[in-house]
């Protein structure tokens, strides 16, 4: 089993910035890639990025260019630089981990409000 508990949400104006952190504990050696997702009210889940072992970067064209996935491969931590963030940005953001199994582990979610 592995355990993932986000940090760093909260409430932001226009164009300032967050960063959020996601540590994992449990049986954590066999991990695939890990990530950020969000889901804003009254939409599906969506991938916000994501990095998978070999360090490879993904992320969703909105965020391009604004936010900074880093792991920290010792610490057993993932964390997102959320920067310039724009009212769309606000959601619930989750932090997300696949095993080289392919299970899915989720953590609890963080709240992101970014105000106009």
């Known amino acids: 089993q592995v355990q993932l508990v986000e940090s760093g949400g909260g409430l932001v104006q226009a164009g300032g910035s967050l960063r959020l952190s996601c540590a994992a504990s449990?049986?954590?050696?066999?991990?695939?890639?890990m990530g950020w997702y969000r889901q804003a009210a009254g939409k599906q889940r969506e991938l916000v990025a994501r990095v998978i072992s070999g360090g490879t970067t993904n992320y969703a064209d909105s965020v391009k260019g604004r936010f900074t996935i880093s792991r920290d491969n010792a610490k057993n931590t993932v964390s997102l630089q959320m920067n310039s963030l724009k009212p769309e940005d606000t959601g619930v953001y989750y932090c997300n981990e696949v095993t080289v199994w392919g299970t899915i582990y989720w953590g609890q979610g963080t709240q992101v409000t970014v105000s106009s």
């Open positions: 449990g049986s954590i050696f066999s991990i695939s890639a």
